[in-house]
């Protein structure tokens, strides 16, 4: 998760490196697993995206199809309505989405929208990318980037990711991030190139989970109050989002790294703020793993700095342990309270990055947890395969609702990726056609 130190290089190299598909270095363990496989049929989808003259307003016109052009041999879910817009997920009830709409504009346009309310980790002004598509679907995106949680984190994120304007979005971002991948609207493999998508930047430090203002970080060198307010944020785009989209058939919510966290700790919310609407999720490269795995003292740390007992939703109660530890439940939960959605993980089997960032709670099995002094890093690359099928075959089990696409190696995110979202392969399965499936309700666990 870490970043570059100085600013310019890393806008311009992000999208290669620090959230993307570069190779952080050759894993020195052997990854090796016993898989689950699917059998997958491949069509490729036909033509490309053409632009479009008209404009999109609040409410989309156009519709696609959401059938599969592939089958997949495991279970299947239909999808059903959430069962109540006003359930509980902070505590309170939740708040009527009634804000304005956000402003129309062409399809196939980015544009950036301001939120005065909205803050950065060092309270700067925040807000989100928008861009219109000809279908009348919705995702919702979360970019990642690291996490602030001590000095040696906090000053990596800091040189990299604690600002994010409009400047940075236009000159940077919608050439790079925000064209290849999940983003690409020529690419007729994509079963997402028609839909609307909403960009939620990460200058927050708190995998958008965070509800805690005015924070200090213990130990960090700079003496100054952290705005860990990644969710309050959520809240006050979604006060637009919703009514914009109010009539959106089915909602990706995704995100890489951080994102992949933040699109897990989010989806509740946003599933029951479409009540009528399939709502689906793909955490790219963010495994909640369970406490053997994601030391309870480094959770602990997360809970009491980013505020998660306000976070997380209030009826989780096997969320809560008192040891910091149980925030794998959140998986559970998901996938009963929502049921007949589609819940899904990728990731790599030794995702280096992931491993840096749990290392600093545990480095191997038995081992010291959250020792003093620790540096950047990575847990041991058997440990943490093993807790990725532990998640996997345990914990997500024979849910069906849950699916996962598991591949070798130590690469981190891909979704956004222009090559690796539609040239990576496990068992002969693409990870795009993985994708389509999971946007049908054809969940299945995918891996070497």
């Avoid at 861009?131 to 990596?156: H, M, P, Q």
């Avoid at 064209?179 to 200058?203: A, E, H, M």
């Avoid at 109660?317 to 589609?342: M, S, V």
């Avoid at 709670?361 to 807790?387: K, R, S, T, V």
């Amino acid at each position: 998760m870490a970043g570059m130190r100085e600013r310019p290089i890393l806008l311009i190299a992000l999208a290669l490196v620090a959230c993307g598909d570069a190779d952080p270095g050759q894993d020195t363990d052997d990854a090796s697993s016993t898989a689950a496989t699917t059998a997958v049929d491949e069509t490729t989808s036909d033509a490309a995206t053409t632009a479009a003259s008209t404009t999109a307003g609040p409410t989309g016109t156009a519709s696609d199809s959401d059938s599969s052009t592939t089958s997949v041999t495991t279970s299947t879910t239909a999808p059903e309505t959430s069962e109540d817009p006003d359930t509980e997920t902070t505590g309170d009830p939740e708040p009527e989405y009634d804000g304005e709409p956000l402003p129309e504009a062409p399809p196939g346009e980015w544009n950036w929208i301001d939120f005065p309310d909205a803050r950065c980790i060092d309270g700067t002004k925040a807000g989100i990318g928008v861009r219109y598509g000809l279908s009348d679907k919705l995702v919702i995106y979360f970019e990642g980037g690291g996490a602030c949680f001590n000095d040696a984190t906090c000053g990596l994120y800091y040189a990299s990711f604690a600002h994010f304007d409009q400047l940075i979005f236009d000159l940077i971002w919608q050439g790079t991030v925000l064209q290849g991948g999940i983003f690409n609207t020529k690419n007729g493999d994509n079963p997402l190139r028609d839909w609307s998508f909403i960009y939620v930047p990460y200058c927050t430090g708190d995998v958008h989970a965070g509800d805690s203002p005015d924070t200090f970080v213990p130990g960090y060198v700079v003496d100054e109050p952290q705005q860990f307010v990644g969710y309050r944020n959520m809240g006050a785009f979604l006060e637009r989002i919703v009514p914009t989209f109010v009539d959106a058939p089915h909602v990706l919510v995704t995100g890489i790294s951080a994102g992949g966290f933040g699109a897990a700790f989010n989806y509740d919310r946003i599933a029951d703020a479409f009540p009528a609407a399939k709502v689906t999720l793909i955490d790219d490269s963010g495994p909640p793993l369970t406490d053997e795995y994601l030391a309870p003292c480094l959770a602990k740390q997360w809970r009491e700095l980013y505020n998660l007992a306000d976070t997380l939703p209030a009826d989780c109660d096997e969320c809560f342990a008192p040891d910091g530890g149980g925030i794998y439940h959140l998986g559970e939960f998901l996938a009963d309270k929502h049921q007949g959605q589609a819940l899904g993980l990728i990731s790599s089997e030794r995702d280096l990055v992931i491993r840096t960032f749990f290392g600093y709670g545990m480095q191997e099995a038995g081992g010291e947890q959250c020792p003093e002094g620790i540096f950047e890093l990575p847990m041991n690359g058997d440990h943490f395969e093993e807790g990725l099928y532990h998640l996997r075959d345990d914990i997500f089990g024979d849910d069906p609702a849950w699916g996962s696409y598991l591949m070798p190696g130590v690469e981190h995110t891909y979704i956004f990726n222009p090559l690796a979202y539609y040239t990576k392969q496990v068992n002969g399965i693409r990870m795009v056609d993985w994708v389509e499936n999971h946007l049908a309700g054809n969940t299945a666990h995918v891996s070497p």
